[in-house]
C-alpha cells in the first residue's frame, strides 16, 4: 500500500484484531500468525500489547487469544448512538407533521454536541440540514439546551475556554450574558436562537435526559424568519418541551444510559 500517510503497524494490529472476530473460543498463537501471514514474534508482540489494554483475553499462559471485553466498551459508544437516533425519528417526525419546519436531533458526545439526524420538511422555503455539525454551545439552541444543563463546574470551564466567538452580530459571546441565557433554559424549559447562528432563521430546542436523568442531547425546530413570529414560537416552544419529556420518559423506560465518550 503506497501511502507516505499509512502506519504498517496499525493495519497488522487491524488485521490480528478482524482475524478473531468470528472466533469467540479463540485462536492459539501459531493460528494467528497463520491466518495473517505475520511471523509469530510480531504476532506475540501485538497480542501482548492490546492485552495489556483489556482489548485481548487469554486464559492462561500459552492458551489461546480472543478479544477483550474493551472491544466490547468501544462499540458500545457507536451503539448508543444509534439507539438515540432511532428513537428518536418518531418524534421528530411528529414535530414536522405539526408545524411543517425542520426538525433536528443533537446528541452529547466527548464533551461537544453534535447533530445525528434531521426530518426536512417538504416547505419550499426552508433551512439546509446541519447532519454531523457541531453544536455551538453558547449560540446555538440545540447547544443551548444541552449546556444549561451540565454540571455547574462543565459550564464553568466552558465559559473560560475562550470558544465563544461570533458567529452573527447577533451572537452573544460575554461570558455573563451566555451563562443568563443558560440560566433562562433552566427556568423556561427550552431554548432560543435568534439569528444567532444563521443570519434568517430562528431556531427553538428542549433538552434530552436518559434513565440517570443526566442531559445526553436535545431537539430543536427550525424556522426561517420570514414564518417566524412570537405565537409560533410560543406554540413550538410548547410542543417541543412536551416531546421532549415524552422522549426522555422513554429513553428512562427503556434503561438507556448514553454513552458520551471521553
Not at 71 to 79: D, R, S
Not at 179 to 195: L, Q
Request: glycine content about 8%.
Amino acid at each position: 500500500m503506497p501511502d507516505g500517510h499509512y502506519i504498517e503497524l496499525v493495519g497488522k494490529v487491524v488485521r490480528v484484531a478482524e482475524t478473531l472476530r468470528f472466533e469467540p473460543s479463540g485462536l492459539s498463537l501459531q493460528d494467528l500468525a497463520n491466518r495473517t501471514g505475520y511471523v509469530k514474534s510480531s504476532v506475540h508482540r501485538i497480542l501482548q500489547s492490546l492485552k495489556r489494554h483489556g482489548y485481548i483475553e487469554q486464559d492462561a499462559a500459552g492458551g489461546k487469544y480472543r478479544l477483550g471485553i474493551q472491544f466490547l466498551v468501544l462499540a458500545t459508544g457507536l451503539v448508543s448512538r444509534m439507539e438515540l437516533v432511532k428513537m428518536g425519528q418518531p418524534y421528530l417526525e411528529e414535530l414536522v407533521e405539526r408545524f411543517n419546519e425542520n426538525a433536528y436531533l443533537a446528541e452529547l458526545h466527548r464533551g461537544k454536541g453534535i447533530f445525528v439526524d434531521v426530518h426536512e420538511a417538504p416547505s419550499e422555503l426552508r433551512l439546509t440540514s446541519p447532519r454531523l455539525a457541531e453544536v455551538h454551545f453558547h449560540a446555538t439552541a440545540a447547544g443551548k439546551a444541552i449546556a444549561a444543563f451540565l454540571p455547574d463546574e462543565v459550564r464553568a470551564a466552558m465559559l473560560h475556554d475562550g470558544n465563544q466567538r461570533a458567529l452573527t452580530v447577533h451572537t452573544k459571546t460575554d461570558p455573563d450574558e451566555i451563562e443568563r441565557d443558560w440560566s433562562e433554559v433552566r427556568r423556561a424549559g427550552y431554548a432560543i436562537n435568534d439569528e444567532e447562528t444563521v443570519l434568517g432563521a430562528a431556531f427553538l430546542a428542549a433538552p434530552l435526559f436518559d434513565s440517570r436523568m443526566r442531559v445526553c442531547g436535545s431537539i430543536s425546530v427550525g424556522v426561517p424568519k420570514a414564518r417566524f413570529s412570537p405565537t409560533l414560537a410560543k406554540d413550538i416552544a410548547v410542543y417541543l418541551v412536551d416531546a421532549c419529556r415524552r422522549f426522555s420518559e422513554k429513553l428512562s423506560a427503556t434503561g438507556y444510559v448514553h454513552i458520551t465518550g471521553s
